[in-house]
T-cell receptor
Framework: GQQLNQSPQSMFIQEGEDVSMNCTSS?????WLWYKQDPGEGPVLLIA?????ELTSNGRLTAQFGITRKDSFLNISASIPSDVGIYFC????????????FGKGTLLTVNP | EAGVVQSPRYKIIEKKQPVAFWCNPI?????LYWYRQNLGQGPELLIR????????DSQLPKDRFSAERLKGVDSTLKIQPAELGDSAVYLC??????????????FGNGTRLTVT
């Protein structure tokens, strides 16, 4: 099946620093999504990307849909303590089976 | 609007026992999903419903897992009998329709199952 390689697996940063994480795949996706999951809660959608090359921002978050449609990155600028959590990328392939494939997540720790 | 509601939040059972999870999607959402999330992994789809019809259950281990969404609203996921490897968080999600481009998935907070 389709697999997403998400990196890094974990990050420890100081408050105020910028963060970058990415996902790559051997398969083409039509949509890339980035989710954040806090402990004991379900994933919450942060950003959705629908076109190759698309760059989208949501506050301090910026994500891009790679030109090859096989990768995406998420940047967080000026990190704050509440950015702590697990960030998942997810890819969606088209056709009649709308199956979302998730990466394994990046655990972000922000030291105040 | 109220989010996706799941119950129970936690469940601890002994292996070989049955267990059931319940999900109430966001009002008006036609598509309902059950995902399983193992520790340190991303969610993996088990089954997807369009109204009351299961349109994708290819990832559901049918020998022990079953699901239903009789009236096209709330849904239950059952495991019988449970095995040690079933320990995971079971997430329910819903969307207006199956097309993510028009409606993203909204997840519930999940049921954390521990099988001893």
């Amino acid at each position: 099946g389709q697999q997403l390689n998400q990196s890094p697996q974990s990050m420890f940063i100081q408050e105020g620093e910028d963060v970058s994480m990415n996902c790559t795949s051997s398969s083409i996706f039509n949509t890339w999504l980035w989710y954040k999951q806090d402990p004991g809660e379900g994933p919450v959608l942060l950003i959705a990307l629908y076109k190759a090359g698309e760059l989208t921002s949501n506050g301090r978050l910026t994500a891009q849909f790679g030109i090859t449609r096989k990768d995406s990155f998420l940047n967080i600028s000026a990190s704050i303590p509440s950015d702590v959590g697990i960030y998942f990328c997810a890819g969606l392939s088209g056709g009649s089976n709308y199956k979302l494939t998730f990466g394994k997540g990046t655990l972000l720790t922000v030291n105040p | 609007e109220a989010g996706v509601v799941q119950s129970p939040r936690y469940k601890i059972i002994e292996k070989k026992q049955p267990v059931a999870f319940w999900c109430n999607p966001i009002s008006g959402h036609n598509t309902l999903y059950w995902y399983r999330q193992n520790l340190g992994q991303g969610p993996e789809l088990l089954i997807r419903y369009e109204n009351e019809e299961a349109v994708d259950d290819s990832q559901l281990p049918k020998d022990r897992f079953s699901a239903e969404r009789l009236k096209g609203v709330d849904s239950t996921l059952k495991i019988q009998p449970a095995e040690l490897g079933d320990s995971a968080v079971y997430l329910c999600a819903s969307s207006l329709d199956q097309g993510v481009m028009s409606s993203p998935l909204h997840f519930g907070n999940g049921t954390r199952l521990t099988v001893t």
